[in-house]
């Protein structure tokens, strides 16, 4: 079974606070995926990274970065955390369409 | 930004009923249209998925019904259990490699015994 884990399933973080919420698949794949999950707003599309080191945006990238430098490491940095950051983070890997999901990361920023 | 329109934004159904949910598209190049199943604490997971070379495609009690020129699809859970409670997420988008797909905004499904 693939396994796409996440660092941790929740955060409380101060605003303006540095954080790093980390993805790790286990099944070689070349693609993930951040989304962020809000109630009426479905999972919408942070960045995605389709190789080592390659990174695109997605649909709202504003307050995000990503690292990639391992294959199956993945991570997601809210450079300075803002309350409207707080959100359910999901995490995926694909091996060419079917996305595997992480259980999930709920941030609370204060 | 291309849209998937999801609705009803939340079921409620009797055990042993029909759960409808239905989702439309803008993007006509778009041809992989999955489904998602996702649980209280756990990842969204894929339930099943269609092509746009047929018009339905059945898994056991689940169905998924697709109308290419109305850009729509649908997923039908026949005799619904307490068991499918979860919320039920549409996406569309290329098939294939990296191209990313675009999800709705998701239904909240409730199965009353």
């Known amino acids: 079974d693939v396994k796409v884990t996440q660092s941790s399933r929740y955060l409380v973080k101060r605003t303006g606070e540095k954080v790093f919420l980390e993805c790790v698949q286990d099944?070689?794949?070349?693609?993930m995926f951040w989304y962020r999950q809000d109630p009426g707003l479905g999972l919408r599309l942070i960045y995605f990274?389709?190789?080592?080191?390659?990174?695109e945006k997605g649909d709202i990238p504003e307050g995000y970065s990503v690292s990639r430098e391992k294959k199956e490491r993945f991570s997601l940095i809210l450079e300075s955390a803002s309350t409207n950051q707080t959100s359910m983070y999901l995490c995926?890997?694909?091996?060419?369409?079917?996305?595997?999901f992480g259980p999930g990361t709920r941030l609370l920023v204060l | 930004q291309q849209q998937v329109k999801q609705s009803p934004q939340s079921l409620i159904v009797q055990k042993g009923g029909i759960s409808i949910i239905n989702c439309a598209y803008e993007?006509?190049?778009?041809?992989?249209f999955p489904w998602y199943q996702q649980f209280p604490g756990k990842g969204p997971a894929l339930l099943i998925a269609?092509?746009?070379?047929?018009s339905e495609k059945k898994e056991g009690r689940f169905t998924i019904s697709f109308n290419k020129s109305a850009k729509q699809f649908s997923l039908h859970i026949m005799d619904s259990q307490p068991g499918d409670s979860a919320t039920y997420f549409c996406?569309?988008?290329?098939?294939?490699?990296?191209?990313?797909?675009?999800f709705g905004t998701g239904t909240k499904l409730q199965v009353i015994p």
């Open positions: 990274s389709y190789d080592v080191k390659m990174k």
């Open positions: 269609i092509r746009p070379d047929v």
């Open positions: 993007n006509t190049a778009f041809d992989y």
């Open positions: 995926a890997s694909t091996d060419w369409e079917t996305q595997y």
């Open positions: 996406a569309a988008g290329p098939s294939g490699g990296y191209q990313k797909v675009t």
């Open positions: 099944m070689d794949h070349e693609n």
